[in-house]
């Protein structure tokens, strides 16, 4: 096979559809690439022919030019499709299993794996700990929003799905098992929430929406999604969530006339660096979020932060910022006792679980985050809708698979 057509990042603002080489078990030179990184080989790896591919916030970061990601960068960490080929060392997969590809890359083999801690593998990606397809910083995997995308350590990556006709007509939903779902579960598990819980997740994009469906799942009491977009927090009330509108009044006193009191026990940044200041028209402030969750979190509570922050942004609204220095105020939490978790979410930990949760009808994670089914040709069209804010998931469909297929 030849060609592969895939969707570049170019430059601020600009994504394109290109053809690319057909991936094989190696991974070879190309934009962002690391040097010790090209000539890899990967005979435990796997050829998809990618049946879903989606995207994320995570991307808008680097297509907003508030990253280095390099021009000429295949996007796409998000990928669910079908084995086409598979390496010799690959044991237990085989061609024609469908399975779902968390979006970090890891070993198995490191002492990180070993903990499962596979947000931050330490053999993948020689620059830092950590990889994943398609992004700046994170090894130079190729990206998965592409008719076709290399998996290296198959059998350790990828969730087979226990019936492929089922997998497909499901697919909607188990398209955001790669990334979003697991990592608005992580966002709701690692700030506490439990049964009866009061949950303030900040942020209505797809992560605070998964976050926010994932502490229902969870048996949180309320759950209650701040955002400064109005049809991102009516997506949020259309599965029963209590919303705050940022653009007026404080958090915490709109918490109060929800709550009774202005704080909750739990909360999830499913913002990140890009937040912007509460009130209307407000410039950006990347330390909003921290500090209002800070402010309404109980005494003994977590955060949960999914939301992402960068050691570089060439866009930061200060020095400071430029390199991931923001003004948190940490004494406040510190006072609080207050719990963080940070970085990438370990898909792997949840996965399997949220796959039978989706298998069963027990979640409805399509619905809630308005999965939304664009041509790979769209991409460019996809990308700039999110970017203003439309109250959707896009979902691509480079093989034209997804028509017809309905959420659970
Ligand atoms: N940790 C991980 O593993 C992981 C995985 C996926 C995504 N992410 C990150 O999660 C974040 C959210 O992803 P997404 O796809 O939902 O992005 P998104 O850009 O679609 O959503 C972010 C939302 O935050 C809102 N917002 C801005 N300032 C705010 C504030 N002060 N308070 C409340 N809301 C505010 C925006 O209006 C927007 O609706 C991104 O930073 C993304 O990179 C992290
Ligand atoms: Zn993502
Ligand atoms: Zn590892």
């Known amino acids: 096979m030849s060609g592969n057509r895939a969707v570049a990042y170019l430059k601020p603002g600009a994504v394109e559809v290109r053809t690319i080489d057909h991936p094989t078990l190696e991974l070879k ?85 070993k903990e499962r801690k596979t947000g931050i593998c330490l053999n993948v990606n020689p620059a830092r700990p950590g990889a994943a397809y398609g992004y700046v910083d994170m090894g130079g995997w190729v990206g998965g929003q592409a008719e076709f995308v290399m998996i290296p350590y198959a059998d350790f990556n990828a969730l087979r799905f226990p019936d492929p006709e089922q997998a497909r007509e499901k697919l909607l939903d188990l398209t955001m098992l790669s990334d979003i779902f697991p990592t608005g579960f992580h966002g709701a598990v690692t ?56 653009t007026r009044g404080t958090v915490e006193e709109q918490i109060a006339e929800i709550l009774g009191v202005p ?89 399997r679980g949220l796959m039978m949760a989706i298998l069963h009808e027990r979640v409805h994670i399509a619905k809630a985050v308005n999965a939304t089914v664009i041509g790979l040709d769209d991409a460019p069209r996809g990308y700039a809708e999110f970017d203003q804010g439309a109250s959707k998931k896009y979902v691509l469909d480079p093989h034209g698979v997804l028509s017809g297929v309905r959420p659970v």
């Open 29 to 113: 030179d190309g934009p962002g690439v690391a040097s010790a990184n090209v000539g890899r080989t990967c005979r435990h790896g796997v050829i998809l022919k990618v049946l879903a591919t989606n995207i994320c916030g995570s991307d808008q970061h680097m297509v907003r030019g508030r990253t280095t990601a390099p021009e000429g960068l295949v996007l796409g960490h998000e990928i669910t499709g079908e084995i086409i080929e598979k390496g010799p060392d690959v044991e237990f997969l085989d061609v024609g299993d469908i399975v779902s590809v968390p979006f970090n890359i890891a070993c198995g083999r490191c002492r990180n794996c």
């Open 191 to 246: 700030a506490g929430t439990q049964v009866g819980s009061t949950v303030y997740v900040a942020g209505a994009g797809p992560v605070g929406l998964a976050a926010a469906a994932s502490a229902q799942l969870l048996g949180a009491a309320v759950v209650i999604v701040g955002d400064l977009n109005a049809e991102r927090l009516a997506q949020a009330r259309s599965f029963g969530c209590e919303t705050v509108d940022l």
């Open 263 to 351: 704080e909750v026990d739990a909360a999830v940044d499913a913002v990140g660096f890009e937040a912007r200041a509460h009130g209307q028209g407000s410039p950006e402030a990347p330390a909003t979020v921290l500090n209002s969750l800070m402010g309404v979190t109980t005494a003994g509570g977590a955060l949960g932060i999914p939301g992402l922050y960068v050691t570089d942004d060439p866009g930061g609204v200060d020095q400071d910022a430029r390199t991931g220095t923001l003004k948190v105020r940490l004494g406040l939490g510190w006072a609080k006792s207050h719990r963080f978790t940070t970085g990438q979410c370990p898909v792997m930990t949840y996965h």
